[in-house]
Nanobody, 126 residues
Framework: QVHVEESGGGLVQAGGSLRLSCAFSGGTFSRFVLAWFRQGPGKEREFVAVISRGGSTTDHADSVKGRFDISRDNAKSLVFLQMNSLKPEDTAVYYC???????????????????WGQGTQVTVSS
């Protein structure tokens, strides 16, 4: 059974950086599209970034473009989210998700992601 688990969240001041990691197990990592989502207090879950199976193609939400960067290490079954220039509005629980459907980048609906982690809290203080 596929399992994904996030780590790396924490408390950071505005303007700071954090790097989230997501460990994947229970399947062939290179067959899966990986993505990050987030859910802020009182908000719906929203897409943050997605990366293709080989890692050559990525999509990022407009709200994080130029600040966040998704990457993956297929040899270690890890996906990362480097977050720079953090803002208080980035405060949220960040989730790692995976699917093995056709690549649709940012257009893939949330329910296409069959596997989700428990989330890691990121808090940005002003």
């Amino acid at each position: 059974q596929v399992h994904v688990e996030e780590s790396g969240g924490g408390l950071v001041q505005a303007g700071g950086s954090l790097r989230l990691s997501c460990a994947f197990s229970g399947g062939t990592f290179s067959r899966f599209v990986l993505a990050w989502f987030r859910q802020g207090p009182g908000k719906e879950r929203e897409f943050v970034a997605v990366i293709s199976r080989g890692g050559s193609t990525t999509d990022h939400a407009d709200s994080v473009k130029g600040r966040f960067d998704i990457s993956r290490d297929n040899a270690k079954s890890l996906v990362f989210l480097q977050m720079n220039s953090l803002k208080p509005e980035d405060t949220a629980v960040y989730y790692c998700a995976a699917h093995d459907r056709t690549w649709r980048g940012i257009s893939a609906p949330t329910n296409e992601y069959a596997y989700w982690g428990q989330g890691t809290q990121v808090t940005v203080s002003s």
